[in-house]
Structure formats: structure tokens, C-alpha cells
């Protein structure tokens, strides 16, 4: 494996310029920075955020007349997957209390507390139970659990990374919770990286005031996520997990609550009609859909399936035209395709480089603006490398570091990505890597409040899929804490509800008949049918030979 | 969204670029024949076995997860023309060769155990009797071999033959129960259960507790930090901004729990 010969031959002109930039950077020279106007002008062109293209107002909904990505747009403008009219909602294949859509870390926290409140769960999920972000998130999970700290400075850090934009109510609720959050797994049996002497470990991270960084190896998430998901098993007589199953639509009753979901069976393609007192929705994020086509660090399933069903009952969302993107994907080899590559590369003195092997950006600009800059290289000037896959990318000249630091420093400061690359031939102390901006995270989602309620009674909210906690820019570590927090806020909250003595009524889909007339009336031409559930990545050419689908399609 | 959006390459310029998860084969690429459960395709090299699956037109409803190496969605085994030796990976994480026979292995059935983690006792006993198959362990070691994650199998098992729970812990901590080592067993042991119950019962008694923690627990329910998060969500920007801009960093070397700021009003 490791790098084809035409890419090895486009190494040397990596090789060729790089006498004369280690040089620049041993006297402290580098590429100069933007101004602040530059930085605004190439980040409304480049930016997927700013651009005008690529993005339109929606014409329906509760967010009716705002802007968002045309992919977003398109599944808040979409139909049902359900003929409402076909349904038979006379009578429920299933029964419960809480009804929880999403078997990630949030729905499974939630989960939990919902049995602890004496509630009878059902878990809907479209993968398996486990399959989500969450167990994806290597980094770690904030909160201020030391003596230095405080929920306090876990809000002012907060507010400060998302530019004073996050919602203050949901803010303070995540710095108050997350410390009780981190003892809670602690309970369950996580096991954090401590002190010989039971301390939690904690590290610094981008825009933090005290360490407050807890982390389990490098698979915070996926610890965090097998315990969670151990613990649900083993209450298997009152949380019933029901695995590619994915809700396509939410049920109300005739008194207009939350109360229930038609779920598919992905292999059987059957619907089931479940009746529950309370609905909570933890489906994650978007990164799926590839938004501009960027590659994602996101698991399979995330395609915004929540935010596209609560939309339809009538629950907004907020900040969901604001996406992060991380400036340093993997683009080669195929198989780290989107996965991150630490900032701390740059910081350590790699430089960013076109075809030519020359520098065309200060390699440290803030993410935002670097993303925009790789995007106008590449795309707009030309000067991106194709890999035998047809993706485009730029060098990241990680050679540099051990030059300028001594040899080794490769191995010690970036093991895993080391490892990660040189199980696929490539030794990046030796050989640069070639990245591209990668889509990340849904900044923005349903519109909650801070005990997790969405504006439809009975409807609940948590992780990925709600919007405000984050504002428009997410701090490292704040998510694995929202998916806890307000997991564990929303189960608590919906298993109350349902214990409360809420009656369920006649159930009705009138909702999306109304949100179809209302698609018609705006004159919303051919809407995409969604949730889309999977992203389809078959190529033109297959898609060309299913000639059945076109008939079918025409029916 | 079924068809799948072509996703155009951006505005300004012509060049084709692949976007997404969806490869585009440039002019000239190589392609090597794979045999996916038998059935011969071609490929462009360097693709995963994944994407090699989704070229040719399938689409994972079962075999696919988080697409990076740490979900165990896509355990594949497969052998190569001609080679009698089974190989184990990822389906997200290993190249295709050429001639590669593979098939997907995405759920294996295995016992699991159902316990009380408040009720149950940290010991080596409390595993012998939820998984009392344990002792059928041969030490063939095909657990080891198979495991796509390099985790020394057969040692934790061993260790917990040998009633060290904080080894097993220790050990399997890589483990992404996929399901594997199970599928090669002899005993027929579910190697990944046994080691999940071993981690949380390290996790919860064996392993130290965050006393400090403890205490930050009893300060936020006794309410202490109400009144501070209630004036800080009245601030205007203006305040926020100023706090904000006075904070005082941590120092990077100082150890955990051992340096205090000089303003403590917020604390």
C-alpha cells in the first residue's frame, strides 16, 4: 500500500521546496495571515456557512422564510415516507411509556433514567444499538470536577467558544449537570483515565480556562457508549430494544400530544404502530448528508431524522444553518477518508501545500477560516492533488516536524495517527498527508428547553440532534457531556410525564397531511421523500443500470 | 434523498471531484478482482472492502457503523487465491487486495449474562458464575488471531481464569465487540461479554474513586452554584466578554488538583 507512484512523484516537489521553508520557519518566518477583511472576503466565498450559494429559505414549517444548506432544506421541505391514508391507527403493535427514537448515547442515557423513574421504555433504533456518534467521539467529555474549577468557568468557557451565541439557560444547565453526569458513569462502572490515587485526569483544550477534559484512553466515546448500552441490556424487562427499526414518522393524539411513532423495519420493510404517554428524540446529527459534499467523521446513520419529524408535528429548530467543519480530513488513503487529523500537526510546524509544494495559507488560522482557504486552493485555483479515488486534497507536511523538533517527535506527540497512517503504508514522520475539510458536527437542531421539552407536550430532546447548547461553535468535549446532561435530563423529565396520568387519545398522522397541503400551497415541486434513513452511495454508473427503479419510481 | 444526489464539485471549477463516502474512478485507475461471497467483481484499488461493496452497488443496511474502525458493525473474514489461512478485519478499515474471497460476519450470536452491577460482587466468582463456560477456554488462542484489534484475547481470558479482574480490564480495554473472537472459539466462550462485565466491575470497585468528585456532587446538589449560574446567564455580552477575557489559565504542567487561581469568588 502506502502512496501510489504518481503520488510519490508529486511528493517531490514537497520535497523540493522544503529545504527553503524549514529555513522560513527555523527564523520564525511564516505564510502571513489574513487580515480581518481578507478573512471575511474568502470566508463568504469559501466557507460552506457563509456562502450565498448552496443555500435557500425554506418556504414551509416552523422555520418557514429562513436560510439554510439546499441539503438541509430539502428535508425540511420533504414528504413522508408514510401514506397517511394506508395507516391503520386503530390499534398499536406496541405500548409504553417512553418511546425513545435514537440508541446513542443520549437515547440510552435516556433510557436509563427513565427506568430509574419507574417508566416502561422502548428503544427505536435505526442500527444497532451503540451505532452513533457517540462512540465515535475520541477526545473526552468536559466538566469541572476539580477544586480550580467550576460550573461557573464551564459557562463562561462555553459561551466564549460558541462566539456568546449558545443559549444561556441550556448552557447553564450542561455546566451544572456535567460534573453529576461524570459521577453517574463513574457509578455505572466507566473507566475514566485517574491518579493512582482515584483522581480523575484532566487535560486542557482548545478555549478552556482549567483542565476539565476527562477522557478513557483515546475512545472516551465508545467506553462511555459500551457501558451505557451494557447497563440498558441488563434492564432488558423494562427497556426493549427494537434494532433496525427507525421511526419514519411521529403519532399524535386527537388532543394534539406527542404520542408515539410509526417505526420501519428496515429488513422486512413492515411499519409498526407504536402508542407511547411520551416521545423522546435522540437521533444525532446530519453529517450524512455531506453537505457540499464533504466527506464526514460521522457514523453511517446520521442523516437528521429527528430534526425532519419533529418539523413535521410543528417543532423548530435553532442554529441549524451553522455546521463545523474541521479543516484537516484525512483525504488519503481511501479507508481514513474524513477522519480527523489533530490540529496540533499544524501547531507542531507541518505546513499546509498545494500540487506545486508551495505554501498558500498561514497554516494556523482559526479552523473556520482555514477550511475556507484549503476549499479556494483546491477547488477554485486548481491546485488540489486527485488520489486514485478522484477525492482532491492539499499536503500537510508532517515531515517538517521531526526536522524541526528531532527526529521522533512524529512518534510521541501523534501516536495514534502514526499508527493510524503507517498501517497503511504511509510513515508520516517521512511522508506528508493529504487532508481536506471534513464535515463534523450538527451545531444546530430542534429547539428545546432546558429540561429537554420541545415545544409539543410530550416531546422530548437530546445530543446531536437539538440545537443552542453549543451556539454556533462547539467546544472539544462539550458533546459527549450534552448527550449525558440532557439525556439524562430528558428521560427523567418524559418517564414523570408519563407517570403523571397522561391519557393517550385517538392517535392521528393528521399532521403530515396538513405539512403536505402546506408543501403543495407553497409549491414545493417533486419534495425528496425522508427521513432518507441511509445515505446511498452507489455509483452514477450502478444508479444508471437500475433500470427498475425508474419504473417504479414512476408510479 | 434515495437516488443519492450527485453532489456536484463546487461552483467555479470543472474538475471531478469525489465527494462524500462515494469514490469516482479517475481515467486509468487500476482495478483488482475481489470475490464478494464467491461472486467475482472489479474494483478500483486502494478502496476499502466497504467501499469496494457500496462501488459495485450494495447498500449496508446490516455491515456498516461508524465507517472509522471502532463500532464492530463490519468484521469480515476472508481468504486470499490459493491460501488456506482465514483472515479477519474490518470491512471499514482493510484495503481490498486482488483475489480476496470475503464475507461479512455483522451479528454473531453469543451468550450474555444479565446481572444487578449495585447488587453483584467484585470478584472472580461472581464471573465463574455468570459465565461458567469460561473453563471450557482450550488456550487455542484463535481468539487472539482473529481479534481485529490487536487485543491479546486469550490473555485477558486467561487472566480471568486466574481471578485478575483488573487485568482483564486493563487488557481488553481495545475491545469493540465485534464479535470475532467468539465466532472462533472453541469453548464457544463470548470472550467480549466476559470482558465488558470485567471492565465495569473495575470501572465501579476496583479502580479508586474520585473523591474530589464526590464533594463537587454535594456542592452542586446542595445548590451552591445556583445563585453564580442564575447571574451569569443575566450578564450582558459585554460582561461575559470582560470575564471572559480575565480568566486565568490554568498553567499547563501543574498536576490535577494542584493549583488554585487567585480569583476565588466563583470557585
Not at chain 1, 185 to 204: A, I, Q, T, Y
Not at chain 1, 298 to 326: C, F, I, K, W
Request: net charge negative.
Amino acid at each position: 500500500m502506502g502512496y501510489t507512484p504518481e503520488l510519490k512523484e508529486l511528493i517531490k516537489r514537497v520535497e523540493a521546496t522544503r529545504p527553503a521553508r524549514l529555513e522560513m520557519a527555523r527564523r520564525g518566518e511564516h505564510y502571513p495571515p489574513l487580515s480581518l477583511e481578507e478573512r471575511e472576503e474568502v470566508l463568504r466565498k469559501y466557507h460552506p456557512d457563509y456562502q450565498k450559494e448552496g443555500r435557500r429559505i425554506v418556504r414551509v414549517g416552523p422555520n418557514k422564510g429562513e436560510l439554510f444548506q439546499n441539503e438541509v432544506a430539502d428535508l425540511l421541505e420533504s414528504r413522508s415516507m408514510v401514506r397517511p391514508e394506508k395507516v391503520d391507527l386503530s390499534e398499536a403493535d406496541y405500548d409504553t411509556d417512553v418511546l425513545i427514537i435514537g440508541g446513542g448515547g443520549a437515547g440510552t442515557a435516556a433510557a436509563l433514567m427513565a427506568t430509574d423513574h419507574g417508566a416502561q421504555v422502548i428503544m427505536a433504533t435505526k442500527l444497532r444499538h451503540g451505532d452513533a456518534n457517540t462512540m465515535m467521539a475520541e477526545g473526552g467529555i468536559q466538566a469541572a470536577t476539580q477544586e480550580c474549577d467550576s460550573p461557573f468557568y464551564h459557562y463562561l468557557d462555553t459561551m466564549g467558544g460558541g462566539h456568546f451565541t449558545n443559549r444561556p439557560d441550556l448552557v447553564a444547565a450542561l455546566a451544572h449537570d456535567a460534573p453529576l453526569s461524570i459521577a453517574w458513569l463513574e457509578e455505572l462502572g466507566v473507566m475514566f483515565n485517574k491518579l493512582p490515587d482515584g483522581r480523575l485526569d484532566v487535560r486542557h483544550f482548545g478555549g478552556s480556562c482549567r483542565k476539565r477534559m476527562h477522557s478513557a484512553g483515546d475512545m472516551t466515546g465508545a467506553e462511555i457508549m459500551r457501558v451505557l448500552r451494557d447497563e440498558a441490556r441488563n434492564r432488558g424487562d423494562r427497556i426493549r430494544v427494537l434494532e433496525f427499526s427507525p421511526a419514519v414518522e411521529l403519532l399524535l393524539d386527537e388532543e394534539g400530544k406527542c404520542a408515539g411513532a410509526v417505526l420501519f423495519n428496515m429488513e422486512t420493510r413492515e411499519c409498526y404502530i407504536v402508542r407511547s404517554k411520551a416521545v423522546i428524540l435522540a437521533t444525532g446529527g446530519f453529517g450524512r448528508l455531506h453537505i457540499k459534499g464533504f466527506a464526514t467523521t460521522n457514523h453511517y446513520g446520521a442523516t437528521m431524522d429527528g430534526v425532519v419529524l419533529a418539523y413535521r408535528a410543528g417543532v423548530g429548530n435553532e442554529y441549524l444553518y451553522s455546521t463545523q467543519y474541521h479543516p484537516t480530513g484525512v483525504a488519503y488513503p481511501e479507508q481514513n477518508v474524513g477522519l480527523l487529523i489533530t490540529e496540533k500537526v499544524r501547531g507542531l510546524g507541518a505546513h499546509v501545500l498545494n500540487i506545486d509544494g508551495e505554501q498558500f495559507c498561514f497554516p494556523l488560522e482559526p479552523r473556520d477560516v482555514e477550511t475556507a482557504e484549503l476549499i479556494r486552493e483546491a477547488l477554485e485555483r486548481g491546485k488540489g492533488i486527485v488520489t486514485p479515488t478522484g477525492r482532491v486534497g492539499l499536503w500537510l507536511d508532517s515531515p517538517m516536524i521531526d526536522l524541526l523538533h528531532g527526529e521522533g517527535t512524529v512518534r510521541k506527540e501523534l501516536p495514534a495517527k502514526f499508527i493510524q497512517f503507517q498501517r497503511h503504508g504511509i510513515d508520516i514522520s517521512k511522508e506528508p498527508m493529504l487532508v481536506f475539510p471534513t464535515l463534523h458536527y450538527q451545531n444546530g437542531g430542534i429547539k428545546i428547553n432546558e429540561h429537554a421539552e420541545t415545544s409539543l407536550p410530550g416531546l422530548y430532546a437530546a445530543g446531536e440532534v437539538v440545537g443552542g447548547i453549543h451556539g454556533e461553535n462547539r467546544l472539544m468535549g462539550n458533546s459527549l457531556q450534552d448527550i449525558i446532561t440532557f439525556g439524562r435530563r430528558a428521560g427523567a423529565r418524559a418517564a414523570q410525564y408519563a407517570k403523571s396520568g397522561v391519557r393517550i387519545k385517538r392517535l392521528t398522522l393528521d399532521h403530515v397531511v396538513k405539512f403536505e397541503k402546506e408543501l403543495e400551497e407553497a409549491g414545493v415541486e417533486n419534495p425528496i421523500v425522508a427521513p432518507i434513513l441511509l445515505p446511498d452511495y452507489s455509483t452514477e454508473d450502478v444508479r444508471g443500470r437500475r433500470w427498475m427503479d425508474g419504473v417504479l419510481e414512476a408510479e | 434523498m434515495a437516488e443519492g444526489r450527485p453532489m456536484q464539485a463546487q461552483q467555479t471549477q470543472e474538475m471531478k471531484v469525489a465527494t462524500g463516502d462515494r469514490p469516482i474512478l479517475p481515467e486509468g485507475a487500476r482495478t483488482v478482482p475481489i470475490y464478494i461471497m464467491g461472486k467475482r467483481y472489479e474494483v478500483p484499488e486502494t478502496l476499502t472492502i466497504m467501499k469496494a461493496m457500496e462501488y459495485v452497488g450494495y447498500k449496508f443496511v446490516r455491515g456498516a457503523g461508524c465507517r472509522g474502525g471502532i463500532c464492530g458493525a463490519c468484521s469480515t473474514v476472508y481468504r486470499k487465491a490459493g491460501d488456506y489461512k482465514l483472515h479477519f478485519g474490518l470491512a471499514c478499515q482493510t484495503v481490498v487486495e486482488p483475489n480476496m474471497y470475503l464475507t461479512q460476519i455483522p451479528f454473531y450470536p453469543a451468550n450474555r449474562a444479565v446481572y444487578d452491577i449495585e447488587e453483584i460482587e467484585p470478584t472472580a466468582d461472581s464471573v465463574y458464575e455468570l459465565y461458567p463456560e469460561l473453563f471450557r477456554c482450550v488456550a487455542c488462542n484463535n481468539c487472539t488471531k482473529a481479534c481485529p484489534m490487536g487485543v491479546e484475547v486469550l490473555d485477558y481470558i486467561s487472566a480471568l481464569k486466574q481471578g485478575d479482574i483488573a487485568r482483564a480490564a486493563q487488557l481488553s480495554f481495545d475491545c469493540i465487540q465485534c464479535g470475532l473472537c467468539a465466532s472462533r472459539c472453541m469453548g464457544e466462550l463470548p470472550q467480549y461479554h466476559i470482558a465488558q462485565l470485567a471492565r465495569r466491575l473495575y470501572g465501579k470497585y476496583i479502580q479508586p474513586r474520585a473523591e474530589h468528585l464526590k464533594k463537587r456532587v454535594e456542592e452542586i446538589l446542595s445548590g451552591k452554584y445556583d445563585a453564580m449560574l442564575e447571574e451569569v446567564q443575566r450578564m450582558n455580552r459585554e460582561e461575559l466578554e470582560k470575564l471572559y477575557e480575565e480568566r486565568e489559565r490554568e498553567p499547563d504542567l501543574t498536576p490535577p488538583g494542584a493549583w488554585m487561581p487567585k480569583d476565588i469568588r466563583y470557585l
